[in-house]
């Protein structure tokens, strides 16, 4: 059976092709970008913003986006001590929930209440007790949430390691509280002095995590940017026998 095509998909198609093509990081159009064209709409409305900043997200780490954050707003969006779990990138927004180190049972309702590309954020009060492990992490992965940042402790290191699926915390404890269910989801957190809610962008990898509040997403992603530009020409003429400490006037 043939399948009938569209002046209007040719045009789409050749249209994304060009994209694809054409893209370099001197050559990114972000000035209309915002948080939610990190994914693609169903229409595919966004093609050119998802495409051109997650380029740019795939080329630059939580470094670039510090030092960014750092230029604009003179404090750090560096979440304290939260490390990534099985060495894996993610970045995303947030879904927000905060419970005590005894309930586990939150993170469980958290992860019903994501939506599919979602990445779970918990503050948890202490690090007492492990509030993720093995069966969150598979039931989260399963159910399209992308990733999960524990500001508290997990558990099953030894097998959190060889899952497909993003794990930070701040500790990993043995033990385990109960499925009490009795934090809150979607909600306002506190984390390191800074207030945090659902639809926030993080950002883990090696280095570290940060996270930009949806309102201040678009300025750091263009200062991120100009950073990794200014980046890539220090180093062309580090590679052209120039001295570091001349091109930084530091004598």
Same mark, same amino acid.
């Given at each position: 059976?043939?399948?009938?095509?569209?002046?209007?998909? +040719?045009? &789409?198609?050749?249209?994304?092709?060009?994209?694809?093509?054409?893209?370099?990081?001197?050559?990114?159009?972000?000035?209309?970008?915002?948080?939610?064209?990190?994914?693609?709409?169903? #229409?595919? @409305?966004?093609?050119?913003?998802?495409?051109? %900043?997650?380029?740019? %997200?795939?080329?630059? @780490?939580?470094?670039?986006?510090?030092?960014?954050?750092?230029?604009?707003?003179?404090?750090?969006?560096?979440?304290? #001590?939260?490390?990534?779990?099985? /060495?894996?990138?993610?970045?995303?927004?947030?879904?927000?929930?905060?419970?005590?180190?005894? $309930?586990?049972?939150?993170?469980? %309702?958290?992860?019903? =209440?994501?939506?599919? /590309?979602?990445?779970?954020?918990?503050?948890?009060?202490?690090?007492?007790?492990?509030?993720? /492990?093995?069966?969150?992490?598979?039931? *989260?992965?399963?159910?399209?949430?992308?990733?999960?940042?524990? =500001?508290?402790?997990?558990?099953?290191?030894?097998?959190?390691?060889?899952?497909?699926?993003?794990?930070? *915390?701040?500790?990993?404890?043995?033990?385990?509280? %109960?499925?009490?269910?009795?934090? $809150?989801? $979607?909600?306002?957190?506190?984390?390191?002095?800074?207030?945090? @809610? @659902?639809? $926030?962008?993080?950002?883990?990898?090696?280095?570290?995590?940060?996270?930009?509040?949806?309102?201040?997403?678009?300025?750091?992603?263009?200062?991120?940017?100009?950073?990794? !530009? &200014?980046?890539?020409?220090? !180093?062309?003429?580090?590679?052209?026998?120039?001295?570091?400490?001349?091109? +930084?006037?530091?004598?």
């Amino acid at each position: 059976m043939s399948k009938k095509i569209s002046p209007n998909s +040719l045009l &789409k198609n050749n249209y994304k092709k060009r994209c694809k093509k054409n893209l370099s990081i001197d050559t990114l159009k972000l000035d209309n970008i915002e948080v939610d064209d990190i994914k693609l709409s169903k #229409n595919e @409305s966004n093609y050119a913003n998802y495409v051109n %900043l997650n380029y740019l %997200l795939n080329s630059v @780490s939580t470094c670039q986006l510090s030092d960014a954050y750092s230029n604009l707003y003179r404090k750090s969006p560096v979440i304290e #001590n939260l490390k990534s779990i099985n /060495g894996n990138k993610i970045y995303g927004k947030i879904f927000t929930s905060k419970t005590k180190s005894d $309930d586990w049972g939150t993170s469980i %309702l958290a992860i019903d =209440h994501c939506k599919k /590309g979602d990445i779970l954020f918990i503050k948890v009060d202490d690090n007492d007790s492990a509030i993720w /492990g093995e069966i969150a992490s598979n039931y *989260a992965k399963e159910n399209g949430v992308e990733g999960v940042f524990i =500001h508290g402790s997990c558990r099953d290191v030894d097998v959190l390691k060889y899952i497909d699926f993003p794990v930070f *915390a701040l500790d990993n404890v043995p033990n385990a509280g %109960l499925p009490l269910a009795l934090g $809150d989801l $979607d909600c306002t957190i506190t984390v390191n002095n800074r207030n945090f @809610s @659902s639809g $926030d962008f993080v950002y883990g990898d090696e280095n570290g995590v940060v996270v930009i509040e949806k309102e201040f997403f678009k300025d750091v992603i263009l200062e991120t940017l100009s950073i990794k !530009l &200014k980046e890539i020409e220090l !180093l062309s003429r580090i590679e052209n026998g120039n001295k570091l400490s001349e091109i +930084l006037k530091l004598s």
